[in-house]
């Protein structure tokens, strides 16, 4: 089968792990790439000396007819990019955030799905190991009915580290909609239930970096009545990093250590945990060729169920709605807010 003619947009941190998934996929050819920093295509060039593909504008890229293009840019240039692919009929795979508000996202997907174009969404995590048994054991039943769960996430970002992308410092809601956005499409689905109910609080400690909030507490109640406490930080003040998550069933309860290993099944009243054995994964790689895999299959018009465009408003909803209700400091119904935004039901 001949291979699908990729354009890589952005050769960044995380570009350089688009670039590396493409180049090493069989099923792909990496024929250009774009970024106007000389910085990050010469650190690429260093790190990865063994990708050999021409640097372009965005519009020299685009007019070598590849069959689809990866967006691994800033949130404030994709509905423009989004909308030149568009135009040419080209399916986008895009870095999340869609946009940093939900009208710009909305008017993300309808752009690709009024060109009939595929637009799938980064959300590289639900190709995990962790996640993919998570949702296995949690949907299978084996938790037996699930009432109540945590996640902390603890990290100290260091965001005027070089190599890490810099607009996070000056944007709105830094946390919420660069990292815990993961964290919230994780659940949504890993459980396979959308929330109902949420009340949450955004804040941003004194000796933060960044200009808008880096933490985020959030209480989401589902519509199975499910339950979840979040937690998550950019400013912990030391390198000591933490993901941790629970999940207590009728029948025993589901604890992951690591955002990327250590899943434990303890049987309810059991004294030790079944550790769940999970194939070997690099971090931010192998999921990454999971999602990236998954989109070639549907842009080849196999079965495929990657991120869509579409499916991503819901998680935008849910990500927006934390932020409202840390504005308006009450309990925000989500349904209603999503009607609200015009999120169609």
Same mark, same amino acid.
Request: charged share 25%; net charge negative; glycine share 8%.
């Given at each position: 089968?001949?291979?699908?003619?990729?354009?890589?947009?952005?050769?960044?941190?995380?570009?350089?792990?688009?670039?590396?998934?493409?180049?090493?996929?069989?099923?792909?050819?990496?024929?250009?790439?774009?970024?106007?920093?000389?910085?990050?295509?010469?650190?690429?060039?260093?790190?990865?000396?063994?990708?050999?593909?021409?640097?372009?504008?965005?519009?020299?890229?685009?007019?070598?007819?590849?069959?689809?293009?990866?967006?691994?840019?800033?949130?404030?240039?994709?509905?423009?990019?989004?909308?030149?692919?568009?135009?040419?009929?080209?399916?986008?795979?895009?870095?999340?955030?869609?946009?940093?508000?939900?009208?710009?996202?909305?008017?993300?997907?309808?752009?690709?799905?009024?060109?009939?174009?595929?637009?799938?969404?980064?959300?590289?995590?639900?190709?995990?190991?962790?996640?993919?048994?998570?949702?296995?054991?949690?949907?299978?039943?084996?938790?037996?009915?699930?009432?109540?769960?945590?996640?902390?996430?603890?990290?100290?970002?260091?965001?005027?580290?070089?190599?890490?992308?810099?607009?996070?410092?000056?944007?709105?809601?830094?946390?919420?909609?660069?990292?815990?956005?993961?964290?919230?499409?994780?659940?949504?689905?890993?459980?396979?239930?959308?929330?109902?109910?949420?009340?949450?609080?955004?804040?941003?400690?004194?000796?933060?970096?960044?200009?808008?909030?880096?933490?985020?507490?959030?209480?989401?109640?589902?519509?199975?009545?499910?339950?979840?406490?979040?937690?998550?930080?950019?400013?912990?003040?030391?390198?000591?990093?933490?993901?941790?998550?629970?999940?207590?069933?009728? @029948?025993?309860?589901?604890?992951?250590? &690591?955002?990327? *290993? =250590? %899943?434990?099944?303890?049987?309810?009243? /059991?004294?030790?945990? #079944?550790?769940?054995?999970? @194939?070997?994964?690099?971090?931010?790689? &192998?999921?990454? *060729? =999971? %999602?990236?895999?998954?989109?070639?299959? /549907?842009?080849?018009? #196999?079965?495929?169920?990657?991120?869509?465009?579409?499916?991503?408003?819901?998680?935008?909803?849910?990500?927006?709605?934390?932020?409202?209700?840390?504005?308006?400091?009450?309990?925000?119904?989500?349904?209603?807010?999503?009607?609200?935004?015009?999120?169609?039901?």
């Amino acid at each position: 089968m001949s291979q699908l003619k990729v354009v890589l947009v952005g050769l960044g941190t995380r570009g350089r792990h688009w670039a590396r998934v493409i180049a090493e996929n069989p099923r792909a050819r990496l024929i250009a790439g774009v970024d106007p920093s000389a910085d990050s295509v010469s650190i690429l060039r260093e790190k990865l000396p063994m990708l050999d593909f021409p640097v372009l504008t965005f519009n020299e890229a685009l007019a070598l007819q590849p069959d689809l293009v990866v967006l691994s840019t800033p949130p404030s240039v994709h509905l423009e990019q989004i909308t030149a692919c568009a135009e040419r009929g080209l399916p986008v795979l895009c870095e999340k955030p869609l946009a940093l508000d939900f009208d710009t996202a909305r008017a993300c997907v309808e752009v690709a799905e009024k060109a009939g174009v595929l637009l799938g969404i980064g959300m590289n995590f639900r190709y995990l190991e962790t996640t993919r048994a998570a949702r296995e054991i949690i949907q299978g039943g084996r938790l037996g009915q699930v009432g109540f769960g945590r996640i902390n996430y603890w990290r100290y970002r260091d965001g005027k580290r070089p190599l890490l992308n810099k607009y996070p410092l000056t944007m709105e809601q830094p946390m919420l909609l660069e990292q815990s956005i993961h964290h919230l499409d994780l659940a949504r689905f890993i459980y396979g239930v959308e929330v109902k109910k949420l009340w949450a609080r955004t804040t941003n400690p004194p000796w933060s970096m960044y200009r808008s909030d880096a933490t985020v507490a959030a209480w989401l109640l589902f519509e199975n009545r499910f339950e979840l406490q979040y937690f998550g930080t950019w400013m912990g003040t030391n390198s000591k990093n933490e993901f941790q998550w629970r999940t207590d069933g009728s @029948a025993g309860m589901l604890f992951q250590r &690591d955002i990327f *290993r =250590g %899943l434990e099944y303890w049987k309810a009243g /059991a004294a030790e945990p #079944e550790e769940i054995e999970l @194939a070997p994964q690099e971090d931010f790689v &192998d999921d990454t *060729r =999971g %999602l990236f895999d998954d989109f070639l299959k /549907a842009v080849r018009g #196999e079965p495929s169920t990657y991120p869509s465009g579409r499916d991503h408003l819901k998680t935008m909803v849910l990500t927006l709605g934390c932020a409202e209700s840390s504005r308006q400091e009450r309990m925000i119904d989500l349904l209603e807010y999503g009607r609200q935004l015009g999120m169609e039901s």
